[in-house]
């Protein structure tokens, strides 16, 4: 099992990569431009979950030497950073399609980033159960990183988010077209971001023995929160007037609620099993189940609709996407269940 919960990670990247590339060769529409460049950098995001995937796993299968602490979180940052530059090279191009496709190329980089983070943070998930045995404000168990370096891992996805906001900010400053339909889909990548702090806070907090009660709630409300709200703005977006422009970002901001739900149930999940047992936790990766297929269905719609209102083209084929991020995800919490059951 610990081959296919590693497996399915590169398995998605590797779909992401293909149905990009495919979309990419059948024409050079800017719908196809747009959804191929996007599809393939999401390939980025699957990679850097993949190093978390064998990050914990290697340390449950106790075939983890120090090497990998370096090489598994360094290769997700690579990912994340080749997913960057590339949409900051093809923002350089002046058409639209360009503009667009790099900006969120961009954002995706910052989210791989992130995950990456979760993956450095990861390093020593083996001491959570430690940590757990240790009494309450015990301090951390021995190995824990130190304060300072847990307060840089929470700051990097925080800062990522930040970043994402500012691009967001000069874009809806922009104006047009590019910066109305970019705008909305950083800013949609930016809550994801966001809500990643709340992961890699749970993490961290747990290794060292910090983990409070209130933090408990604290952070799954707030990822709920941040679904939630990328969930409205997409409405929001989708019904706000009748142009068409509207109809990719709010499809987009639709599916990545979804994947921010998913990582609702990481996040969840290590809520529910500290300092405690709970029953139904070997449940909790059928929530990124459900978001996975959500994408997929709705994307099923969506290629049915692209007949008669060809804008709903690219939401569609990035929906195939973000079903792929969202099914990445199960393998993750799977993995964390395994690693936390009682």
Not at 90 to 95: A, D, F, K, L, W
Not at 220 to 242: E, H, I, P, R, Y
Not at 256 to 281: D, G, H, P, Y
């Amino acid at each position: 099992m610990s081959v296919v919960f590693r497996a399915i990670p590169l398995v998605m990247a590797v779909i992401c990569i293909a149905f990009g590339w495919y979309v990419l060769s059948s024409g050079d529409a800017a719908g196809n431009l747009v959804a191929g460049r996007v599809l393939i950098s999401l390939a980025a995001i699957c990679f850097a979950l993949f190093t978390t995937a064998a990050t914990i796993i290697r340390q449950l299968i106790h075939r983890y030497p120090p090497i990998w602490h370096v090489v598994l979180p360094a290769a997700g940052y690579l990912a994340a950073a080749t997913a960057v530059v590339a949409g900051l090279f093809i923002i350089s191009g002046p058409s639209l399609p360009d503009q667009v496709s790099g900006h969120v190329m961009i954002g995706i980089g910052l989210i791989a980033g992130c995950v990456s983070t979760v993956a450095a943070a990861s390093v020593k998930f083996s001491l959570i159960k430690a940590a757990e045995a240790l009494p309450v404000g015990g301090g951390p168990p021995t190995g824990a990183y130190s304060r300072s370096l847990g307060g840089l891992l929470i700051s990097v996805p925080a800062v990522l988010a930040a970043t994402g906001f500012a691009v967001c900010a000069g874009l809806f400053r922009d104006g047009g077209t590019a910066g109305f339909v970019a705008g909305h889909v950083v800013f949609g990548l930016s809550v994801i971001c966001s809500a990643l702090i709340a992961l890699v806070s749970s993490v961290v907090r747990q290794v060292r023995n910090e983990f409070s009660a209130g933090e408990r709630y604290v952070w799954s409300w707030f990822v709920a929160a941040m679904g939630t709200v990328n969930l409205l703005m997409g409405l929001w977006v989708l019904f706000s007037s009748q142009d068409p422009a509207r109809l990719a970002p709010g499809v987009v901001l639709i599916g990545l609620s979804l994947i921010c739900f998913s990582i609702l149930s990481k996040v969840l999940l290590l809520a529910l099993v500290w300092r405690q047992t709970f029953a139904l936790a070997n449940r909790i990766p059928l929530i990124p189940v459900g978001t996975a297929l959500a994408c997929l269905f709705f994307a099923a719609f969506l290629f049915v609709a692209t007949v008669a209102q060809p804008a709903f083209f690219v939401g569609a084929h990035v929906l195939v996407g973000l079903g792929a991020v969202c099914f990445t995800l199960f393998s993750i919490v799977s993995i964390l269940e395994a690693g936390t059951a009682k």
